[in-house]
C-alpha cells in the first residue's frame, strides 16, 4: 500500500537536500506523524552502522535521529563507496556485494539494484504514515538519466510528489531550475510540486521579482525561501561540504586554546567525528591537505589521522608527499598523534592487502608509531561497539581507566597486537552481542594512541579528558565541565531549530495538502 511521500531533488549536488529532509523529518514528527527517511541509492563515505551491523549513509541516519526512528538499511538500500578511479564498493541492504567498476554497475547491477529498492520501499510503506525521500544530484543529467534509480524513477515508485530545491548561493538559480525542468519529460515535471530556494543571504525584497518571474514563467509555486543557516551543526553529508564546513574555523586560529589538525586523506571517510570538536569553543580544528609539507605542525597541539576508505593508497600518499615523516617527526618530539580506523592502521609498523582491497598494493611499512600491524581481509566488520578503557591513557588526574566508550567500526583490515603494545579498550558488546575482545593501541611514552571506534570523541567525559589532557601538556590550568558542551543526545535542539527555520520559511501547509497527508 503506498503512502503519502514527498521527495526532495536537487538542481545540482549539495544544494541541500539532506538537510530539508531532515526538517521536513522533524516537521512530520513534531505533527504526530510516524515518519521514515529514504534515498534509494546514496553515494557517501561517510556511513553509519545501525544495531543488526548493516552500513548506511550517514544522513539517512541523521535524518531517521531527526524522525525519532531507529534507522534501518531499507532507509537507505544501495550505498556506493567510492574506493578507486571510477571504482566503488556496492553496498546492498547493508552489506558488501563487491566492487564495481561505473560501467559494470551501470550496464549489469541496476535491475537487481532496483529490486532491492523496490522491497525496501514496499517495507517502510508497511511501517510508517509518510515517507521524506531524498533524491541525489540532479534528476536532469541526460547521459545518465535512462538508468537513474535515484530521482524521477523512485518518484514514480512511490508515487511521490516532487519538491526541486536549488542554491541560491552559488548562483545561477533562476536559469538551474528552469533549466532543469526544460531537460525533464512533460509527465516529470508534472510532478514537482513547486521550489525551495535554499541558501538565501539577503533582502528577500530584492529577490522577490526574480520570484515572481519563476512562478509565472513554469507555472509553479515557489514554496519556500530557505535563509543560509550557520548556527546549527547538523552532519554534512560528504566531503563536498567538508572545506565549507570547516571553513569558519580558520577565522578563529589565534583565538582558541588548543589546536587540532586532520589529515586530509583523498579517501577521507567519517570526517563527521570531528564535529563535536568543532563545537568546542576552546578547540580550532583545521584539515591538512595530505600533500602539503608547507604546514607547521608544531602550530598543532594534536595530529589526527582520521578514516579512509582506501587505506594502503592513502599511506603510500602520504609517504611520497614526506608528510609521512613529518608526522613522525612531530611524534618522536612528543606531539599527540591520534588514528581513527584507517588513521590506527597507518600508525602500527606493516600493512599486508593480499586480496588487493581497495588498492593493488600488497604490503607497505606503516608509520611504526604503535606496536600493531594490519592484515587486509575479504571481509567487512560493520557494528556497533560498547566497551570501557583499560589503560589510563591520559594523565592521573584525568585517567580513563574504567570509563565506558561508545562508537561503531567499518574495516576490512584486523589489527594485531606486536611485542610490548598497550591495548586500549575492552570491548563488552558489539552490535548489542556480548564479546571480549580488545581495541586500540598506544606507545609507551602515551603521546601516540589509535583506535577503531568510529565516534570515539562523540563520548563527553572521553572528549572532555583528552582536551584537559592537552591543556595540561600545554601548562595550562584544565577546564571546568561547564566551559565544554554536552554532545551526547544534544542533536533533538538542534533538530527543533532547524525545523523552526524551515517552519518559518516554508509552505508547509502546501505540501501537507499537495501529498494528501491530515493532521
Same mark, same amino acid.
Given at each position: 500500500?503506498?503512502?503519502?511521500?514527498?521527495?526532495?531533488?536537487?538542481t545540482?549536488?549539495?544544494?541541500?537536500?539532506?538537510?530539508?529532509?531532515?526538517?521536513?523529518?522533524?516537521?512530520?514528527?513534531?505533527?504526530?506523524?510516524?515518519?521514515?527517511?529514504?534515498?534509494?541509492?546514496?553515494?557517501?563515505?561517510?556511513?553509519?552502522?545501525t544495531?543488526?551491523?548493516?552500513?548506511?549513509?550517514?544522513?539517512?541516519?541523521?535524518?531517521?535521529?531527526?524522525? !525519532?526512528?531507529?534507522?534501518?538499511?531499507?532507509?537507505?538500500?544501495?550505498?556506493?563507496?567510492?574506493?578507486r578511479?571510477?571504482?566503488?564498493?556496492?553496498?546492498?541492504?547493508? /552489506?558488501?556485494?563487491?566492487?564495481?567498476?561505473?560501467?559494470?554497475?551501470?550496464?549489469?547491477?541496476?535491475?537487481?539494484?532496483l529490486?532491492?529498492?523496490?522491497?525496501?520501499?514496499?517495507?517502510?510503506?508497511?511501517?510508517?504514515?509518510?515517507?521524506?525521500?531524498?533524491?541525489?544530484?540532479?534528476?536532469?543529467?541526460?547521459?545518465?538519466?535512462?538508468?537513474?534509480?535515484?530521482?524521477?524513477?523512485?518518484? !514514480?515508485?512511490?508515487?511521490?510528489?516532487?519538491?526541486?530545491?536549488?542554491?541560491?548561493?552559488?548562483?545561477?538559480?533562476?536559469?538551474?531550475?528552469?533549466?532543469?525542468?526544460?531537460?525533464?519529460?512533460?509527465?516529470?515535471?508534472?510532478?514537482?510540486?513547486?521550489?525551495?530556494?535554499n #541558501?538565501?543571504?539577503?533582502?528577500?525584497?530584492?529577490?522577490?521579482?526574480?520570484?515572481?518571474?519563476?512562478?509565472?514563467r513554469?507555472?509553479k509555486?515557489?514554496?519556500?525561501?530557505?535563509?543560509?543557516?550557520?548556527?546549527?551543526?547538523?552532519?554534512?553529508?560528504?566531503?563536498?561540504?567538508?572545506?565549507?564546513?570547516?571553513?569558519?574555523?580558520?577565522? #578563529?586560529?589565534?583565538?582558541?586554546?588548543?589546536?587540532?589538525?586532520?589529515?586530509?586523506?583523498?579517501?577521507?571517510?567519517?570526517?563527521?567525528?570531528?564535529?563535536?570538536?568543532?563545537?568546542?569553543?576552546?578547540?580550532?580544528?583545521?584539515?591538512?591537505?595530505?600533500?602539503?609539507? !608547507?604546514t607547521?605542525?608544531?602550530?598543532?597541539d594534536?595530529?589526527?589521522?582520521?578514516?579512509?576508505?582506501n587505506?594502503?593508497?592513502?599511506?603510500?600518499q602520504?609517504?611520497?608527499?614526506?608528510?609521512?615523516?613529518?608526522?613522525?617527526?612531530?611524534?618522536?618530539?612528543?606531539?599527540?598523534?591520534i588514528?581513527?580506523?584507517?588513521?590506527?592502521?597507518?600508525?602500527?609498523?606493516?600493512?599486508?592487502?593480499?586480496?588487493?582491497?581497495?588498492?593493488?598494493?600488497?604490503?607497505? !611499512?606503516?608509520?611504526?608509531?604503535?606496536?600493531?600491524?594490519?592484515?587486509?581481509?575479504?571481509?567487512?566488520?560493520?557494528?556497533?561497539?560498547?566497551g570501557?578503557f583499560?589503560?589510563?591513557?591520559f594523565?592521573?588526574?584525568?585517567?580513563?581507566?574504567?570509563k565506558?566508550?561508545?562508537?561503531?567500526?567499518?574495516?576490512t583490515?584486523?589489527?594485531?597486537?606486536?611485542?610490548?603494545?598497550?591495548?586500549l579498550?575492552?570491548?563488552?558488546?558489539?552490535?548489542?552481542?556480548?564479546?571480549?575482545?580488545?581495541?586500540g593501541?598506544?606507545?609507551q611514552?602515551?603521546?601516540?594512541?589509535?583506535? &577503531?571506534?568510529?565516534?570515539?570523541?562523540?563520548?563527553?567525559?572521553?572528549?572532555?579528558?583528552?582536551?584537559? &589532557?592537552?591543556?595540561?601538556?600545554?601548562?595550562? /590550568?584544565p577546564?571546568?565541565?561547564?566551559?565544554?558542551?554536552? &554532545?551526547?543526545?544534544?542533536?533533538?535542539?538542534?533538530?527543533?531549530?532547524?525545523?523552526?527555520?524551515?517552519?518559518?520559511?516554508?509552505?508547509?501547509?502546501?505540501?501537507?495538502?499537495?501529498?494528501?497527508? &491530515? #493532521?
Amino acid at each position: 500500500m503506498k503512502i503519502p511521500a514527498i521527495m526532495l531533488q536537487g538542481t545540482s549536488s549539495d544544494v541541500g537536500k539532506s538537510i530539508l529532509a531532515t526538517a521536513l523529518c522533524r516537521i512530520f514528527k513534531q505533527d504526530q506523524f510516524a515518519v521514515t527517511p529514504f534515498k534509494s541509492q546514496n553515494m557517501a563515505l561517510n556511513s553509519y552502522i545501525t544495531a543488526d551491523g548493516g552500513e548506511i549513509g550517514r544522513a539517512q541516519a541523521v535524518q531517521a535521529f531527526a524522525a !525519532e526512528v531507529t534507522p534501518t538499511v531499507d532507509m537507505n538500500p544501495i550505498l556506493l563507496k567510492p574506493s578507486r578511479e571510477m571504482m566503488a564498493e556496492v553496498i546492498v541492504h547493508g /552489506k558488501t556485494v563487491e566492487n564495481m567498476s561505473a560501467k559494470a554497475y551501470r550496464n549489469h547491477f541496476i535491475d537487481q539494484a532496483l529490486q532491492s529498492i523496490n522491497l525496501s520501499l514496499q517495507r517502510l510503506q508497511n511501517q510508517y504514515d509518510v515517507i521524506v525521500i531524498e533524491g541525489a544530484g540532479s534528476p536532469a543529467e541526460i547521459n545518465l538519466k535512462d538508468r537513474d534509480i535515484a530521482n524521477m524513477k523512485i518518484a !514514480e515508485l512511490a508515487d511521490a510528489k516532487v519538491v526541486l530545491v536549488a542554491d541560491i548561493d552559488r548562483g545561477g538559480v533562476f536559469a538551474s531550475i528552469v533549466g532543469t525542468l526544460e531537460l525533464l519529460s512533460q509527465q516529470e515535471r508534472d510532478r514537482i510540486i513547486g521550489f525551495i530556494i535554499n #541558501k538565501f543571504r539577503g533582502d528577500i525584497e530584492l529577490l522577490q521579482p526574480g520570484l515572481t518571474w519563476l512562478e509565472e514563467r513554469t507555472g509553479k509555486k515557489v514554496l519556500g525561501v530557505v535563509p543560509y543557516i550557520t548556527n546549527l551543526k547538523i552532519e554534512a553529508e560528504d566531503s563536498l561540504a567538508l572545506t565549507k564546513t570547516y571553513q569558519s574555523s580558520q577565522q #578563529k586560529f589565534k583565538q582558541c586554546t588548543v589546536r587540532v589538525g586532520v589529515i586530509q586523506f583523498s579517501k577521507i571517510s567519517n570526517f563527521t567525528d570531528f564535529d563535536c570538536l568543532q563545537l568546542e569553543a576552546m578547540i580550532d580544528l583545521q584539515f591538512i591537505q595530505s600533500t602539503d609539507l !608547507e604546514t607547521n605542525f608544531l602550530d598543532f597541539d594534536a595530529i589526527i589521522l582520521p578514516g579512509t576508505k582506501n587505506t594502503m593508497d592513502d599511506l603510500y600518499q602520504l609517504q611520497i608527499s614526506g608528510i609521512d615523516r613529518k608526522i613522525i617527526q612531530y611524534a618522536n618530539d612528543g606531539g599527540l598523534v591520534i588514528g581513527i580506523c584507517g588513521g590506527y592502521q597507518i600508525l602500527g609498523k606493516h600493512l599486508y592487502n593480499p586480496h588487493s582491497n581497495d588498492s593493488e598494493i600488497e604490503y607497505l !611499512e606503516g608509520l611504526g608509531l604503535i606496536p600493531v600491524e594490519t592484515r587486509f581481509e575479504k571481509t567487512k566488520i560493520t557494528q556497533q561497539v560498547v566497551g570501557e578503557f583499560v589503560d589510563s591513557l591520559f594523565s592521573d588526574t584525568h585517567n580513563c581507566l574504567g570509563k565506558t566508550v561508545k562508537g561503531f567500526e567499518i574495516h576490512t583490515g584486523r589489527t594485531e597486537y606486536l611485542e610490548n603494545a598497550i591495548p586500549l579498550i575492552k570491548i563488552r558488546l558489539r552490535s548489542n552481542t556480548p564479546t571480549d575482545s580488545l581495541d586500540g593501541c598506544r606507545n609507551q611514552m602515551g603521546n601516540v594512541f589509535g583506535s &577503531y571506534f568510529h565516534g570515539i570523541f562523540d563520548n563527553d567525559i572521553f572528549r572532555r579528558m583528552w582536551i584537559n &589532557y592537552m591543556m595540561i601538556r600545554k601548562g595550562q /590550568k584544565p577546564l571546568d565541565q561547564s566551559d565544554f558542551i554536552k &554532545y551526547e543526545g544534544s542533536h533533538d535542539y538542534q533538530f527543533d531549530q532547524l525545523a523552526n527555520i524551515v517552519r518559518e520559511n516554508v509552505n508547509i501547509e502546501t505540501i501537507y495538502q499537495q501529498i494528501s497527508l &491530515y #493532521k
